[in-house]
């Protein structure tokens, strides 16, 4: 779908030209949407197509979970709920607090009306259905590798996208616990502790002062890291 649409628009920029950022700006200065601002506390749930709202995240971290399997990680300047106006998949879908968070909230019937009163502003919805079918595919395919791999390739994402880096080593905060490791790979803590065994013995990653370190060059498994990451 989107290679089609860059090739009917023959427009190299496409997804620059509807990102997430364009979308927020045109959101906010639009007469048309109204808009507030609501603090999420940790561990609360918030479900878009049920709320009949769709949220953008200005600080915090949010955890997407589909049939109560996470499946990613939601940090500032991302928008949750937008690809459900499509897909509309209301008990599949809920999205959980990690930390305190605030969002900027929308009316989905609001932003429907302002995305179809321009030109290509489907384009925004296309995309980011795109994405979440990307992001379901990839998390199927990780699914499908052995557990080693499974565990190794998720503190990589977690290292990449949220660790602190200081010379060979990233930290990880301290939110992402033990049980959210197991959960997040899709594997029981049991499986993980003794996967985490093998992962020190190797040098990949340590675990001090209840946080995470993890060394990325030290396993075979980091070529082979998306280039998302």
Known sequence: MVSEIKELYSNENVEKSFSQENLIKMLIHSPRVKNEYRKIKKKQTI???????????????????????????????????????????????????????EVIVFETKEVLMELFSQQEGWLFLTLEMQKQ???????????????????????????LRFGVKQKDAYILPKYFS????????????????????????????KFIDKRYVVFLEKSRYYPEMPDKY
């Open 47 to 101: 479900v878009p197509v049920k709320n009949n709202e769709i949220y953008f995240l200005t600080s915090g971290l949010i955890v997407s979970q589909y049939e109560d399997q996470p499946i990613n990680l939601k940090s500032a300047n991302q928008f949750i709920g937008l690809d459900t106006i499509i897909l509309q998949e209301d008990q599949m879908y809920n999205h959980q607090a990690l930390v305190d968070s």
């Open 133 to 159: 079918i990307k992001l379901l595919t990839d998390k199927y395919l990780i699914m499908q590798k052995n557990s080693f791999a499974r565990l190794t390739t998720t503190f990589f994402e977690l290292a």
């Open 178 to 205: 033990k049980k959210f490791i197991a959960d997040y790979s899709g594997l029981s803590p049991s499986s993980v502790k003794k996967i985490e065994v093998l992962l020190r013995e190797d040098g990949i990653i």
